[in-house]
């Protein structure tokens, strides 16, 4: 079975700082896994996905992504925080089920906080 | 390009009567879709998917119910809401055959009263 720890639910940082969210998974199978991004009252959207090809996974809004198997980690960072960053994170890993289904384990979510 | 829809936005119901909702795709033929649940400040309860008409799987036992009538037209019901089922309920698809990201809905907000 598989799944995924956030460490954290809310992590605050100030505007230009370095951001760090961390995620942590557990996998039978080599994984796939997710970074999404929530804002206030919206669906998620893709920051990046890492499908066994580089480690290191660029995403939208100049998030990345390293996966060490070693660690089974995929932690998302950023070099400089901006306040369009507040929002909920969520990461996820999945791998194909019976029929062609695909069941994604979410984490339970880190909320950025932005600090002007 | 596809994109996904969901409606209401926002509904507010009294405890005991019925819910529909409704997820509609465009632009993709014979995705796999999903009902989420997102209660306040906690994650993503995945609640039913499907990967074809007609085929569905719950995941959580409780009140609600979901249907698949067309292949790209997901139904989220239930006869009678309890308190517990207010949250935010998100739709999402997939293509179907491997693993890839899914796409999400705008959600629609429910309180019940």
């Known amino acids: 079975a598989q799944s995924v720890t956030q460490l954290g639910s809310h992590v605050s940082v100030s505007e230009g700082a370095l951001v760090l969210l961390r995620c942590n998974y557990s996998?039978?199978?080599?994984?796939?896994l997710f970074w999404y991004v929530q804002y206030p009252n919206q669906g998620l959207q893709l920051l990046l996905k890492?499908?066994?090809?580089?480690?290191l996974v660029k995403g939208i809004n100049g998030f990345e992504a390293e996966f060490k198997k070693s660690e089974t980690s995929f932690h998302l960072t950023k070099p400089s925080a901006h306040m369009s960053d507040a929002a909920e994170y969520f990461c996820?890993?999945?791998?194909?089920?019976?029929?062609?289904?695909?069941?994604?384990?979410f984490g339970r979510g880190t909320s950025l906080i932005v600090h002007p | 390009s596809q994109t996904i829809h969901q409606w209401p936005a926002t509904l507010v119901q009294p405890v005991g009567s019925p819910l529909s909702l409704e997820c509609t795709v465009e632009?993709?033929?014979?995705?796999?879709l999903y009902w989420y649940r997102q209660a306040a400040g906690r994650g993503l309860q995945l609640l039913f998917y499907?990967?074809?008409?007609?085929?569905i799987s719950s995941e959580v036992p409780q009140n609600l119910s979901a249907s698949r009538p067309q292949d790209r037209q997901f139904i989220l019901s239930s006869k009678k809401l309890l308190l517990s089922d207010s949250g935010f309920y998100l739709c999402?698809?997939?293509?179907?055959?491997?693993?890839?990201?899914?796409?999400f809905g705008p959600g629609t907000r429910l309180t019940v009263t």
């Open positions: 999402a698809w997939t293509l179907a055959g491997a693993v890839y990201e899914q796409y």
């Open positions: 996998s039978s199978v080599p994984p796939y």
């Open positions: 890492y499908t066994s090809a580089a480690t």
């Open positions: 996820a890993v999945s791998d194909q089920g019976p029929g062609g289904s695909y069941i994604p384990t």
């Open positions: 632009g993709t033929s014979n995705p796999n």
């Open positions: 499907s990967v074809g008409i007609g085929q």
